[in-house]
């Protein structure tokens, strides 16, 4: 069964950092892009950023640019979302999500869609 | 960046009744449109990947359709698990972008 679970999150202050973990299982990792999307409370989704399965290909949203960096450890089957400079806008539930992988007429296909989600750790930003 | 717009923002339906979801891109995506339902205090769970594409144990009520910059999300005869906030997703330009979501609620 694929697991994803996500922990680190919390209370920090405005300027503050954090570093969030999601620990996968059930797959073998080492073969998925994986992401991160954040749910303001009430409000929709947003993505955040995207790792390839080697680190190779790395994107952000320009809302966190400069400030997240998210990173992968294969070995550990984990997912990283280091925060810096944390703002009260960043306040959100923060979901890993693995991206979606298919195969058709003997070729298999990773596409940037998310097929399995943690249950999400929330980050408050708040003095 | 890549706008994507769903509406209506909230459509009230009873049991049984079709439910017709529209997202329309700000300039075209092809056919790389993903559809995703959230219900309360849950993570969102993948419905629909390019455009018509079921996932994996969805059941055939649902339906998309589309391709550029108009998608439409069906579910032909509404079951009281359906009713949910649904949201698009675009693959087709980074940043990957959601539209603000539809909420499906009972009548």
């Known amino acids: 069964e694929v697991q994803l679970v996500e922990s680190g999150g919390g209370l920090v202050k405005p300027g503050g950092s954090l570093r969030l973990s999601c620990v996968a299982s059930g797959f073998t990792f080492s073969s998925y892009s994986m992401n991160w999307v954040r749910q303001a409370p009430g409000k929709g989704l947003e993505w955040v950023s995207s790792?390839?399965?080697?680190?190779?290909?790395?994107y952000y949203a320009d809302s966190v640019k400069g400030r997240f960096t998210i990173s992968r450890d294969n070995a550990k089957n984990s997912l990283y979302l280091q925060m810096n400079s944390l703002r009260a806008e960043d306040t959100a539930v923060y979901y890993c999500a693995r991206d979606f992988r298919y195969c058709s007429g003997g070729s298999c296909y990773s596409i940037e869609v998310f097929d399995y989600w943690g249950q999400g750790t929330l980050v408050t930003v708040s003095s | 960046e890549i706008v994507l717009t769903q509406s209506p923002a909230t459509l009230s339906l009873s049991p049984g009744e079709r439910a017709t979801l529209s997202c329309r891109a700000s300039q075209s995506v092809s056919r790389y449109l993903a559809w995703y339902q959230q219900k309360p205090g849950q993570a969102p769970s993948l419905l629909i990947y390019?455009?018509?594409n079921r996932a994996t144990g969805i059941p055939a009520r649902f339906s998309g359709s589309g391709s550029g910059t108009d998608f439409t999300l069906t579910i032909s005869s509404l079951e009281p698990e359906d009713f949910a906030v649904y949201y698009c997703q675009q693959r087709s330009n980074w940043p990957l972008t959601f539209g603000g979501g539809t909420k499906v609620e009972i009548k």
């Open positions: 790792i390839s399965s080697s680190s190779s290909y790395i």
């Open positions: 390019d455009a018509s």
